[in-house]
Antibody, heavy 125, light 108 residues
Framework: HLQLQESGPGLVKPSETLSLTCTVS??????????WGWIRQPPGKGLEWIGS???????YYNPSLKSRVTISVDTSKNQFSLRLTSMTAADTAVYYC?????????????????WGQGTMVTVSS | SYELTQPPSVSVSPGQTTRITCSGD??????AYWYQQKPGQAPVVVIK???ERPSGIPERFSGSSSGTTVTLTISGVQAEDEADYYC???????????FGGGTKLTVL
């Protein structure tokens, strides 16, 4: 069955850029039936959608993060990635990669059906 | 920016029924989804498209929608239902996914 696995640094310095990669195994990222997204959760707080990408490269971002976020896809490696610039302590969180279904109209709003295990990222000098 | 509003916490005795609400202006036009999250775990969807229960989710979980509010109902609450619950939807244009702030369910 399909699995997602995040990889990247657990510690980032303030003002630096976070780069995370999600590797998809057990299935293809090049499916027209899914978006691939990033969601984060600060310690003790709620979930925040960061953004999602379609295999073709179409992206949607949280407006509050849009100026700092880039999500990209590498179909040859079956991976998608998150880049978040100008990190601050407020970006300290568990970062999840996730898959959510879509339909023929590429509707963004559907439930996440597969989550990565999550990776803790701490912003500290 | 668009927001979904949930009560921060609810508490209920075992065997009772509890309802968790989620309010947002675009909910009449966008489906809502509900997740259950237990400590240290990724969320699990318990209700899809306002009221559909995924396979494997107990029948005591149900969802409904009325205007700008969607409701998650848990009937006959069990101790194992103690968790955080989040609603998810999108803004009216469907280009921005948003989560509610979460509701902590305590089983007394």
């Amino acid at each position: 069955h399909l699995q997602l696995q995040e990889s990247g640094p657990g510690l980032v310095k303030p003002s630096e850029t976070l780069s995370l990669t999600c590797t998809v195994s057990g299935g293809s990222i090049s499916s027209s039936n899914y978006y691939w997204g990033w969601i984060r959760q600060p310690p003790g707080k709620g979930l925040e959608w960061i953004g999602s990408i379609y295999y073709s490269g179409s992206t949607y971002y949280n407006p509050s993060l849009k100026s700092r976020v880039t999500i990209s896809v590498d179909t040859s490696k079956n991976q998608f990635s998150l880049r978040l610039t100008s990190m601050t302590a407020a970006d300290t969180a568990v970062y999840y990669c996730a898959r959510h279904p879509t339909d023929s109209r590429q509707n963004l709003n559907d439930a996440v059906d597969i989550w990565g295990q999550g990776t803790m990222v701490t912003v500290s000098s | 920016s668009y927001e979904l509003t949930q009560p921060p916490s609810v508490s209920v005795s075992p065997g009772q029924t509890t309802r968790i609400t989620c309010s947002g202006d675009a909910l009449p036009n966008q489906y809502a989804y509900w997740y259950q999250q237990k400590p240290g775990q990724a969320p699990v969807v318990v209700i899809k498209k306002d009221s559909e229960r995924p396979s494997g989710i107990p029948e005591r979980f149900s969802g409904s929608s009325s205007g700008t509010t969607v409701t998650l109902t848990i009937s006959g609450v069990q101790a194992e239902d103690e968790a955080d619950y989040y609603c998810q939807s999108a803004d009216s244009s469907g280009t921005y996914v948003v989560f509610g702030g979460g509701t902590k369910l305590t089983v007394l």
